[in-house]
């Protein structure tokens, strides 16, 4: 499994790299994505949208199953990944770039202390 170093993870399999000015963007771990099976809808939240830490802020969808994206942050949802809507499939073929989900503008920067790092996320999704 692909687990790259310069991000951080949740424990409910979604992925948080920091970029320029407080935000972050956000998206599923080529784990979660494998374990879906192909993703054919995506319910992403609302520009503008309040989410806390842990809150449920989306859906996907696969031929498997529908499982709900969690908040790993507290902040602003100020950038969605509109491409999905029509290419869902995304999300498969690169989780950790053109299948990002969201950007979210933080409302603690100290709450990136809380997720885990890439060493501790390999050892979540290992045992």
């Not at 935000?23 to 374990?35: C, F, P, S």
């Not at 602003?76 to 029509?86: G, R």
Request: with cysteine; proline share 5%.
């Amino acid at each position: 499994m692909n687990v790259p170093l310069e991000l951080r993870y949740s424990t409910d399999h979604e992925w948080v790299r920091v970029e320029e000015g407080g935000r972050v963007r956000v998206g599923i771990t080529e784990y979660a994505q494998d374990a879906l099976g192909d993703v054919v809808f995506v319910d992403l939240p609302a520009v503008g949208a309040r989410v806390a830490a842990g809150d449920v802020f989306g859906e996907v969808e696969s031929t498997k199953s529908v499982s709900e994206f969690f908040a790993p942050l507290t902040g602003t949802v100020v950038a969605v990944n509109d491409e999905l809507e029509s290419a869902p499939e995304r999300i498969n073929e690169d989780p950790y770039g053109d299948g990002w989900i969201c950007d979210l503008e933080l409302a603690d920067p100290a709450q990136l202390d809380d997720l885990l790092t890439a060493g501790a996320y390999t050892a979540l999704i290992e045992a």
